[in-house]
């Protein structure tokens, strides 16, 4: 996977290759003009500071520290001053701004942010506006000139019109009888306008989008009788008018193509699509011919959404008509038609009457856009025109009282937050809104929402769904939650961000061949019935695992003027995507109705057939039920929905189904939640027990705190997911209760804790059978910081490493930092001994505990952590990310999730964060996570002041790149305290940003295993490790002895014993002034390396710290690293360990 060169960009969008998405508004496509701040990568592989970050550092660490503390004080102290003395300014400014912002917001950054946006977006006049208008100018001019036709029987002018002209009628299904008795002719327009958001100037400036016009051709009413609105009849002859318009421009008008297409895939709605033949910018537009028919062409309670108007032949009085199932799409539909004209005055007379009404509709064109919701019916039937119409009809009316839902005193934001509090509350579906409609009575259908719209007849709402307008709410809600977040500015998350991608919107998805669907299917409105099947059965079979199903028809292309309407129907894949709920996602029993539910249980059986079974439980029930199986190669919601589409639409669906949003499970080993790290958190519960059982310890224990990955469920390999024992034993912290006894001196202090130790792995193998005890010590030549660590080793293969933890350490090394006769050396020793010692004993146990908490809140936390770590491991960064600051990535997409909700499976966990890390300015943004809901407005302002002052003080970023805080640690340089460097952040960015562009460019074609393989070919030396030191398996696992594997295996000296690893820290401790290792970690098979530009040629001299070659270069001798000798040497270095070197550069 290349890594895309980087830069600043605009906001990236594709183009919707469907016309105008607002029936009387038309629209640009994308937005343009927003500017990302996306991470600069000027610091990229060659960048001057690669290793020599920390190599020429001359600050002293201990004075940085205070100096970042002073300026945090100063810092704090101005605001508080200057809040003081513009106090009184500071209280106008919030009050002009308060209408704006709600009352929501404590700054007026977003409003700034706001008005920024619209001003890039507003349209304006160019020479491709103009190109369009003298188009538009061409096209009317030559449709008042097609002559009429006269009325001819169906059958002979459809070939009339294919002999002559070479038009096939797109006539929508099922076709007209060839018998009918009805005429088809034409007459010229009554009217011809230019309609949406052209005219009104409400499109948004968007160079790459075609611009989208509509042009509405009125019908003369004398064409129409008064029963043409059954059966299809007014459709026939719009259809055949549509037909003549097509053969008069297509015989006069060689400068254009025309094609037809379904107007918002409606195939009742076929318009005609005109555009340039010359592609260049300033012909980048299209425009929809839209035939229409004048208001009162058709009684309104004829086509009131409870009535039939398609009947078969022996039912057509309307006495009869009673009984028959309502067509609400279909007389929705016509009414459309007839009132396109009125939608336009409606909508003008709202942008003049309420001054935000403009604003705040561009507002709501960028937010749907952005959700990837239109007014086409398979993006949702709820687009720019339906969002326009709905918060009119609000400024004007309400339901019930009839007084306006909204004022038009309201901002341009209150009035678009207050639309998404009217979607995201009012239940449309349960209770239907009629709008100036007294008397009438509209019920819902099948769970579709209703907004009846009483002067014109119509449900602005007749595209949508009962999924659809389900996420249409969904996606509401989730808007106002963020909206409401008072500590993190949201406008990105409201208006930039794109959440519309398959695999990151949604945890699963099926594709479904519409062949395997449709076969029996003869008419157009049977293809919404088999949909709304589809919904019904996977929202019943899934039940409570799904929070959200929803159904994604393919797109509906365009198609030649000669050619037959394509059956469109039966070609591409049905989506059906879910959301799921984590926490029953995995189940593997259902329940159903009890045994003496007769009739519950009847409808069970029904729906499941031979799959339900009657069982008994523990508790004495007898219930239906369901039994997937836990251990299956196919995971159990697959099993479901295979079974699923196996009953209910046959087998060739169920054998053709594509399965999305699991792939990434194979990655990583026991994928399935925490099950894998119970064994492993028992054996902690046992040490923990052994230890506070030991009565001959001097000191009572105070506690004993878990530290490690691997005991807060985020170790990429579970504990002995491979061998017999653990590959590295786990880190505990263990503290004693306070005592007096305790030495007064840090050196003695290390010396006690080590007396300590010994004692306690005395003890243990004194009284627990079989367990091993040793001491290691660390940290040699530092005396003041921690000296050693005690492992304890359990025959079941569990081992722990106990570091002993005195608060009193903090005490004695924070006296010398302010000791004034302290040596600067002294000072710069303890300021690391102290940072140390907050890591280890505090922050890494409060950090373990706070992960232990979120992994059993959101059960995908830990695979997503896993996988995230894996892509790191892969991509060689693992050295330079300490394991909690790719935990704290993972958790921010969980704690503060916009522009979606939380995740509930990893995959699409993954993919967000790499979403977010591809977009993470690190340069100029501090990451604050919030983890567990207590970060509060103190924590936020004391991690942004010493964010602002950590780059005041080093801005070139030489020491503190990342500043990651949390509510749990706001200093926010715990783990990231000289690493990593920039050119290593440069790196993460870019790789992300080539991972999100494969997501976006192959969707659901997607293999996830390419995200994982790293371009070894951007590093300038690759050492290539033996697998047989880096594989899980021991090396005479294969051979025939397996006595010897076993014993090998089970070996306590080879815990903690990684090869690989120690020899990468030699290689860093020998050459990281002269290079930059990059390297995954244990298990890796590669280390790849950078030359640092500290060793670029230059004038010879002795005492150079790398090895040199002399070079003369004219009359002068001077010194370039002598790379082939020091890969050399590291190949000696690494003996058997090294396979081979491979230089680049």
Not at 32 to 50: K, L, N
Not at 1032 to 1049: D, F, H, R, T
Request: with cysteine.
């Amino acid at each position: 996977m290349a890594v895309p060169s980087s830069k600043r960009r605009k906001l990236s969008h594709s183009p919707s290759p469907v016309e105008d998405d607002d029936a009387s508004i038309a629209s640009g496509n994308r937005v343009e003009d927003v500017e990302e701040d996306d991470v600069s990568q000027d610091d990229d592989m060659e960048e001057a500071d690669v290793g020599a970050d920390d190599m020429d550092e001359d600050e002293d660490e201990s004075e940085e520290e205070e100096e970042v503390q002073e300026k945090a004080v100063k810092a704090k102290d101005n605001k508080a001053q200057k809040a003081k003395s513009n106090k009184s300014q500071a209280s106008s400014l919030e009050a002009s701004s308060a209408a704006y912002t709600g009352g929501t917001f404590k700054s007026n950054m977003f409003k700034l942010q706001v008005d920024q946006m619209l001003q890039n977006i507003r349209p304006r006049q160019g020479k491709r506006e103009a190109t369009a208008a003298e188009a538009l100018h061409k096209l009317k001019k030559q449709m008042d000139a097609i002559p009429n036709r006269e009325p001819l029987p169906l059958l002979e002018a459809e070939r009339d019109m294919i002999k002559k002209s070479k038009v096939a009628i797109p006539f929508p299904e099922p076709r007209p009888a060839h018998d009918v008795k009805y005429k088809l002719a034409y007459e010229k327009p009554q009217n011809i306008n230019v309609v949406g958001s052209f005219p009104l100037k409400l499109s948004l400036r968007d160079h790459q989008a075609p611009l989208s016009i509509d042009m509405v051709v009125t019908m003369p009413k004398s064409l129409f009788q008064e029963k043409d609105y059954l059966n299809h009849r007014y459709f026939y002859k719009r259809a055949f008018y549509l037909a003549c318009i097509a053969a008069g421009l297509k015989s006069s008008l060689k400068d254009f193509v025309f094609q037809f297409v379904n107007f918002r895939n409606n195939p009742l709605h076929p318009v005609l699509l005109v555009q340039p033949k010359e592609s260049t910018s300033e012909n980048n537009w299209r425009i929809n011919i839209i035939p229409g028919i004048p208001e009162g062409t058709f009684s309104n309670s004829k086509l009131l959404p409870s009535k039939n108007c398609v009947r078969p032949a022996q039912s057509g009085d309307d006495d009869q008509a009673q009984d028959l199932p309502a067509t609400p799409f279909y007389n929705a539909s016509i009414q459309s038609d007839s009132h396109i004209t009125s939608y336009l005055k409606l909508l003008h007379g709202s942008s003049t009457s309420c001054e935000g009404y403009t604003d705040a509709y561009m507002l709501g064109r960028v937010w749907l856009r952005q959700r990837g919701l239109a007014s086409e019916s398979n993006k949702g039937g709820f687009g720019n025109f339906e969002f326009a119409a709905t918060m009119a009809n609000l400024l004007r009316t309400g339901a019930g009282s009839g007084k306006p839902v909204l004022s038009s005193g309201y901002s341009s934001y209150q009035l678009f937050k207050a639309t998404l509090q009217y979607l995201a509350v009012k239940d449309l579906a349960k209770e239907p809104a009629l709008l100036d409609a007294a008397g009438l009575s509209v019920t819902s259908e099948n769970g579709q929402p209703v907004l009846y719209d009483g002067p014109r007849g119509q449900n602005l709402l007749y595209k949508m769904t009962s999924w659809s307008y389900q996420h249409l709410r969904a996606e509401a809600r989730t808007t106002l939650k963020m909206l409401g977040d008072n500590l993190f500015d949201q406008f990105d998350a409201a208006f930039i961000l794109r959440s519309d991608n398959v695999l990151t919107r949604y945890d699963m998805a099926v594709r479904v061949p519409c062949s395997a669907l449709t076969a029996t299917v003869s008419e157009d409105r049977q293809v919404l019935e088999r949909y709304a099947k589809m919904y019904k059965v996977f929202s019943q079979g899934l039940g409570d695992r799904a929070t959200h199903v929803t159904i994604h028809s393919p797109e509906q292309e365009s198609w030649g003027l000669g050619s037959a309407r394509p059956n469109m129907e039966r070609k591409g894949d049905l989506l059906i995507a879910v959301n799921l709920d984590s926490a029953n996602a995995s189940r593997a029993v259902d329940h159903g109705p009890a045994a003496e539910q007769k009739k519950e249980a009847a409808a069970f059986r029904q729906f499941w057939g031979e799959k339900a079974e009657l069982r008994r439980f523990r508790d004495g029930s007898i219930l239906e039920s369901l039994v997937w199986a836990a251990n299956s190669e196919m995971p159990i919601l697959q099993q479901i929905i295979t079974f699923l589409l196996y009953r209910h639409f046959g087998q060739d669906a169920a054998a053709s189904a594509v399965f999305s949003g699991d792939e990434s499970s194979r990655l990583i080993k026991q994928s399935n939640g925490l099950a894998a790290f119970q064994p492993l958190m028992e054996a902690f519960k046992t040490l923990e027990s052994d230890i506070r059982g030991m009565d001959d310890l001097p000191l009572t224990i105070r506690s004993i705190l878990a530290a490690d990955s691997q005991l807060r469920y985020s170790s990429v390999e579970p504990p002995l997911s491979s061998q017999r024992q653990m590959k590295r034993p786990a880190d505990v912290v263990l503290q004693f209760e306070g005592s007096g006894r305790w030495p007064d001196d840090l050196v003695a202090i290390q010396r006690t804790k080590i007396a300590f130790l010994l004692k306690i792995g005395e003890l243990f193998e004194s009284s627990s059978e079989g367990v091993t005890s040793r001491i290691g010590l660390e940290n040699e030549g530092e005396e003041i910081l921690n000296q050693a660590f005690l492992d304890v080793i359990y025959p079941t293969g569990f081992s722990f490493g106990i570091r002993i933890h005195h608060d009193r350490e903090q005490t004695l090394v924070e006296r010398i930092l302010k000791s004034q006769s302290a040596a600067p050396s002294e000072k710069e020793t303890a300021a690391i001994a102290l940072a140390t010692y907050k890591r280890v004993f505090i922050k890494s146990p409060a950090h373990t505990q706070a992960l232990q908490k979120l992994c059993t809140r959101y059960p995908v936390l830990s695979p997503t952590v896993r996988l995230l770590k894996k892509w790191f491991s892969e991509h060689l960064l693992s050295n330079h990310f300490s394991e909690e600051v790719i935990e704290l990535f993972a958790i921010n997409t969980f704690t503060r999730p916009w522009p979606y909700n939380t995740p509930s499976s990893p995959q699409a966990a993954f993919l967000r964060t790499l979403t977010f890390l591809s977009r993470f300015d690190w340069r100029a943004d501090p990451l604050i996570v919030d983890l567990g809901g207590d970060l509060n407005a103190e924590n936020m302002a004391a991690a942004t002041t010493r964010f602002e002052a950590w780059r005041k003080l080093d801005p070139a970023l030489n020491r503190v790149v990342l500043f990651v805080a949390s509510s749990n640690d706001v200093e926010g340089t715990t783990w990231t305290d000289g690493t990593p460097a920039k050119v290593v952040c440069g790196r993460m960015t870019a790789l992300a940003k080539a991972a999100t562009a494969e997501v976006e460019a192959k969707s659901l074609a997607l293999d996830v295993e390419t995200l994982f393989v790293s371009p070894l070919a951007d590093y300038d030396f690759v050492i290539h490790l033996n697998p047989a030191y880096t594989s899980n398996k021991s090396k005479v696992a294969s051979g025939k002895y397996k006595n010897l594997a076993i014993a090998e295996e089970t070996d306590a000296e080879l815990v903690d014993y990684t090869p690989t690893d120690a020899y990468f820290h030699e290689l860093q401790t020998v050459y990281g002034q002269s290079l930059a290792l990059f390297y995954g970690g244990a298990g890796s098979t590669t280390i790849a390396g950078l030359w640092s530009p500290v060793t670029a040629a230059r004038a010879w001299k002795v005492n150079l710290s790398y090895s040199t070659v002399p070079v003369k270069k004219g009359e002068e001798v001077i010194a370039e690293l002598n790379k082939s000798a020091v890969l050399a040497e590291m190949a000696r270095l690494g003996g058997e360990l090294v396979k081979k070197v491979e230089a680049n550069r």
